[in-house]
């Protein structure tokens, strides 16, 4: 816990009762002296004021060092559920023994006639009281009726969404847009006010007159835009792919890529890096680390956010730091604009996260281009997998990529492969790296962004625009 600033300090009352709820402590700096005092008697007796006699006592102070760091346990103490049930005659029996199964049980154990024992299923997020103030009740004018109850006025579990105003369109649909809705256009008129937002506007243009299909993380890598006017922006320029080789993609309006087969080069491939001990490393072994991990997971009421740490006498002797001054902030022009590595795969480069979504024609490599490409003038029909491209193409593309990952993996950090038998030194086998396996990898994504303003993944974006 004390090497991870973020985490609090738990104790647990009954450290074997698995229904135990711990109370946590809170990490505060500190400026204070470690003492340890010795306390001596002496045999030699004296008299006191009043001619009592009295053990001559004698104290030795001794400082052992200074402490930077102190836990406080703030939060209240209760929250405590046991195992208990609650007979006819009020008495309390402990169901520990029926309920906990401590080694390996015979079928009897789990078909015995027990009272019922339901847990609480969560425990409140927060330890420490807060004065909650209700609103007053409301007071209607004389003759006054409360509307009839209907699903039009219902209060639901969660704020509605903000209107965006984006046209869906699903591979199986029939015809394009050619225009935005007019709730559309009125939102970015509203938020089009300066000639900044124009000219996002006409670059905008100009990107989809180039290139009729984009991802929004492409989008960002070329113009610099606040998200939220993005937001807006988009749905006024082109409509989103919900399904089929174009899906989480922008078209602009008019342009159908189910009826060009040109528009192949244009399609989504969700590509994620394999990693585990089959492939040469294992997952904490690879350069590209998960931000999140079931292994390290810890319930909300055991993180909390950092505090800025004041200065200490520790600080002191150790000298400040000097990083933030010399870190100059970012020009404007360019404070949304993301890295080009967030949409384009380069030979020798990493992704910058686990899970990546490409464009055909962002993969930088003529190994990659020649795959996409075997078909180029004999494209007969646009399947909903495969697009205009073969069968099976998006796992060519996969085991090529995997294979120049693990390629540079092994160049960079040789001694995971020390181990690696010699027949697998003078040659790749793409037998145990194919694609089948991909859906079972949930990779999240590395903790650090490319730049500011970058989300970790080009995630899909309808929930924006629901």
């Not at 807006?232 to 922008?250: C, D, E, Q």
């Not at 090529?400 to 001694?415: D, E, G, L, N």
Request: with cysteine; net charge negative; hydrophobic share 30%.
């Amino acid at each position: 816990i004390y090497a991870d600033p973020a985490k609090r300090l738990e104790l647990y009352f009954r450290p074997k009762d698995p229904y135990c709820h711990p109370v946590c402590a809170n990490r505060f700096p500190t400026s204070t002296v470690l003492l340890k005092v010795k306390r001596r008697t002496k045999k030699k007796k004296q008299l006191d004021a009043d001619g009592q006699i009295q053990p001559e006592v004698e104290f030795e102070m001794e400082i052992l060092g200074t402490v930077t760091t102190v836990y406080k346990f703030q939060g209240m103490s209760d929250f405590q559920y046991l195992a208990m049930h609650s007979g006819p005659d009020a008495k309390q029996t402990s169901m520990y023994d029926k309920v906990l199964m401590l080694k390996p049980e015979k079928e009897e154990f789990f078909n015995r006639e027990l009272p019922l024992y339901i847990p609480p299923p969560i425990f409140s997020r927060l330890d420490t009281p807060i004065d909650y103030y209700y609103r007053p009740d409301t007071h209607h004018r004389e003759g006054y009726n409360n509307p009839q109850v209907s699903d039009e006025n219902l209060i639901g579990l969660s704020r509605a969404r903000r209107p965006n105003n984006a046209i869906f369109v699903n591979f199986d649909d029939e015809g394009t847009p050619a225009k935005p809705l007019d709730a559309a256009v009125q939102n970015w008129k509203k938020v089009c006010t300066n000639p900044v937002d124009k000219k996002v506007e006409e670059e905008l243009r100009k990107l989809f007159e180039v290139r009729p299909v984009w991802s929004r993380n492409a989008v960002k890598a070329n113009i610099s835009v606040h998200p939220d006017k993005l937001k807006l922006l988009l749905p006024y320029l082109a409509y989103y792919m919900l399904t089929g080789p174009w899906r989480s993609l922008w078209v602009r309006f008019g342009y159908d890529p189910r009826k060009h087969p040109e528009a192949k080069i244009y399609q989504v491939l969700d590509f994620r890096i394999r990693c585990g001990m089959k492939y040469g490393y294992a997952p904490n072994d690879m350069p590209v680390k998960a931000k999140r991990s079931t292994y390290n997971y810890s319930l909300p009421i055991t993180v909390k956010k950092p505090v800025s740490h004041t200065v200490s006498v520790h600080d002191l002797k150790q000298g400040l730091g000097t990083s933030g001054a010399s870190g100059a902030k970012r020009s404007a022009s360019s404070s949304y604009k993301l890295k080009e590595s967030v949409y384009v795969f380069q030979e020798g480069a990493l992704p910058p996260y686990r899970q990546m979504f490409y464009q055909l024609c962002d993969l930088n490599v003529e190994s990659l281009q020649k795959i996409i490409h075997r078909n180029d003038g004999a494209e007969s029909e646009c399947t909903e997998r495969d697009g205009w491209c073969l069968p099976k193409t998006s796992d060519d593309l996969r085991d090529t990529m995997s294979v120049m990952i693990k390629q540079m993996i092994r160049s960079t950090r040789p001694a995971l492969f020390s181990s690696a038998t010699s027949n697998e030194d003078g040659k790749e086998q793409l037998a145990y790296e194919s694609g089948e396996d991909e859906d079972d990898e949930e990779e999240e994504e590395e903790d650090f962004k490319p730049s500011e303003g970058s989300e970790n993944e080009m995630e899909t974006e309808i929930l924006d625009y629901v």
